[in-house]
């Protein structure tokens, strides 16, 4: 599979062991300010009763009557332990099928990710966030990023690579610290996991594919390399409705083509970038097993795995599968001219340089956010403030009217 071929090529340019006491797999993450709870938590307090307010719920659904967007989040707010965290993954998913789903408010969804850190149900954040059609989370970036990171710190890799095919599916890479974050948490799993099925293939392929777009440099560039050679594969494999069922790819075939095109980007670029050795090595044992397995195939499968493979593959996905020799040629001139050029990093692995770009870049990315998000406190708290007054106000307009309905009621009495 794809990882242990990752493993061989690292091993191929510069050893694994040596690079470990260099770029351990958990340093230059977040800074301390930057997940500090302390700006959250001294937003204005309105404690509430989650009993009560699972009560009133209750009542309110029984009747099929809308929950308000401001008592969901009242609910989440007043989280106190991680039995409640369960009660509110519940109201959620309520809230979610209720006629007011629109309207899950910026700040619960961010609320509840933090509470679920706050109170050890990281579980349950990951859980909703990857149902998030039912559970209606969609997180902020840097939400997205306060997530990667918890699992980034307990060295979990694959929940940090979960996390980061959540960013990808809503074409979330806006903020230079979640690409950085991003790219870590694939170079880091890409060189470290056993095995990769398809799915995983794929989902690696398109987060290293569209994160890399967002950076200009040789980390972006072997990003795209990298993930177009994965998608490729997986398209070479299974046809390209494979590859983009569910995914924001182009639907157009030939993405190992377009791996190629990232290399003669790089040899026509005029700058100093250049391509690491171990992602060349990568590409040509990829090049090379798909050779291998298209060769043996016709020989090794049974009748009724071949009707399975056609029923995926139609006569493009074939045509497709037909320029194979072609791109192994194309690889073997290009890596020629690369050479020719000086454009082969040798000394570096794509780990190594998503490493060092976490370490160089990711602190002054940090400043801009902690600004940004401030101004989100505020205008999230002006938000509240104006719910909580409507509220108050359509409550006060229902007891007139009540009333003036009991005083109508109690003066037809009379005149009876």
Known sequence: MAA?????????????KHLSPSFPARRWLLSTAYSDTKAWEAREKNPQNLAVLANNMD????????VSSLTMSQFVDN???REEVDQAEYYLYKFRHSPNCWYLRDWTIHSWIRQCLKYGARDKALHTLKNKV?????????TFNLLIDSYLKDEDLKSAFSVVEEVMLQESFDLSSTQILSLYV??????????LTMSEERALGASLL????KQDNSVGLTAQLLGNTLLGKVEMQNGIHAVFKGMPLLWTRGYLGRALA?????????GDVKLPKDSLHFVSEVLQQLSSVSSDSSGEESDKEEEQKLETVDEDDQAERERLSKYESRFKDLIGQLEAQGKIDSEANFRSLVTSLAKQQLPSAERPDLDQYESMLLAWEADRRQLIQREQE????????????????ADLQEAQ
């Open 186 to 195: 694939l170079g880091n799993y890409l060189a470290t996991a056993h095995q």
């Open 79 to 81: 989280i106190s332990c």
């Open 4 to 16: 242990p071929m990752f493993k061989r090529c690292l091993t191929a340019t510069v050893k694994v």
């Open 59 to 66: 009542r309110v659904y029984g009747r099929n009557l809308p």
């Open 134 to 142: 039912q559970y209606g989370i969609f997180p902020d970036n840097f």
């Open 210 to 213: 569209i994160c890399g777009f």
């Open 394 to 409: 359509m409550r006060s307009k229902a007891e007139e009217e009540n009333r003036q309905r009991l005083i109508a009621r």
């Open 262 to 270: 990232v290399m003669e980007n790089v040899i026509a670029s005029p």
